[in-house]
């Protein structure tokens, strides 16, 4: 008997802070002001380039952000620090990253009517994880008492995707029955609050999803997952730098380079056209069009971006109702925000509906699931 892949519960995390356009826009522009000041005479004999100041309005206009979560907001504003103060814990205390991944974790398991006893593997996939080793989903998977396994992905923005793919494999092969894919995304301390064209763009948060054989799920909604696609470019258009190699390079640690960056103008005309003809040819696998999708959950970049991928995959806007935007009160969470997406507005999809997911981002990777409701 062909054995079926669904997603069969969502769960999600929410920091406890939030950081309006408005308070980052302030912090950003005071420090902005000081800089300049101290380097002003740099700035008159033109060695050194003033830092310009931002606006909400255009941090809204740019990006459709205007607000996000942190798991930690002290240090974050204050203009003499301008990153956030998050305490280092013991080796015997549970990290920062796995804390946000097993609220997530638990929330998803509740949704599917799962216990720690019907998993068989955690995959923590994520942009970044705050230690090499041992892995963030092992430590999991301890915290939560499961069995079987556990293992760390970093696919930048495409983590979440990518790693449903592999839980998508596992099921399959029979490998695995229940599989449990977390994207714990803490990625304010990678972001470079100093940078105008960036400063902006991330916030932390946590989901979860559970994918499991179809033939045993019994939770109140189920997505039947038809297929799964991917495909990667490379491409050093966003990048991060910070690595242990650092400790052998006498490199800065902490420098701009080190901290997300991109270019952003290159990304968004290379990305777009990518990841509209990447959805038709996955859609064109099941004779399906863009038409024929109910619910487009994307990755929450820009808004700009989805609603062009959009024009291009249907000729006119998306709705609001189709193409769900979390954007305004998220921000950009890497690999999570169509998983936000999923799990707000998943619920009112009818009985043989189509749906697809799918992420784009750093590598370039792009990673997609084409889903149908029970």
């Known amino acids: ?9 969502s769960g999600m995390f929410v920091p406890p802070h939030s950081i309006t356009n408005d308070e980052l826009v302030a912090s950003y522009n005071d420090y902005a002001d000081l800089t300049n000041a101290q380097h002003q005479a740099q700035i008159d004999a033109g060695t050194f380039q003033p830092i310009p100041h931002s606006s909400a309005d255009f941090i809204e206009k740019a990006s459709g952000i205007k607000s996000r979560y942190v798991f930690v907001k002290e240090g974050t504003l204050d203009i003499h620090r301008m990153r956030p103060d998050i305490p280092e814990r013991n080796d015997d205390e549970l990290s920062h990253q796995a804390e946000m991944a097993v609220a997530a974790a638990k929330d998803a398991m509740q949704a599917a009517n799962k216990t720690a006893a019907d998993i068989d593997v955690v995959i923590v996939s994520c942009a970044y994880t705050q230690r090499s080793y041992p892995a963030i989903a092992i430590e999991v998977q301890a915290a939560l008492g499961i069995e079987g396994f556990g293992f760390d992905m970093l696919v930048a923005c495409s983590a979440a995707t990518f790693g449903m793919h592999r839980a998508y494999e596992m099921i399959k092969s029979h490998t695995a029955k229940t599989v449990l894919v977390i994207n714990p995304e803490l990625v304010s301390p990678q972001i470079n609050y100093k940078d105008r064209d960036s400063h902006f763009i991330f916030g932390d948060v946590a989901t979860a999803m559970i994918l499991e054989d179809g033939a045993q799920a019994d939770s109140e909604h189920v997505y039947d997952v038809l297929s799964t696609h991917a495909v990667t470019s490379y491409s050093n258009n966003i990048r991060s730098n910070f690595g242990y190699m650092s400790h052998a390079t006498d490199a800065e640690p902490y420098g701009a380079d080190k901290l997300f960056h991109q270019a952003g103008r290159k990304v968004f005309k290379e990305v777009c056209p990518m990841a509209a003809e ?19 959950f994307l990755h929450q970049a820009n808004i700009n971006m989805n609603t062009l991928i959009c024009k291009k995959l249907l000729g006119r806007m998306a709705t609001p109702t189709e193409a769900p935007i979390i954007l305004d009160e998220f921000a950009n969470t890497a690999s999570a925000g169509s998983i936000i997406a999923f799990h707000q507005h998943q619920k009112n999809l009818q009985t043989n509906d ?14 997609s699931l084409v889903l149908q409701k029970r």
């Open 1 to 9: 008997m062909k054995t079926s892949v669904v997603i069969s519960g």
């Open 278 to 296: 990447h959805i038709e040819t996955h859609l064109s696998r099941h004779d399906l069009t863009p038409d024929d999708v109910s619910k487009w």
């Open 354 to 367: 189509y749906a697809l997911i799918c992420s784009f981002g750093a590598g370039y990777s792009i990673g």
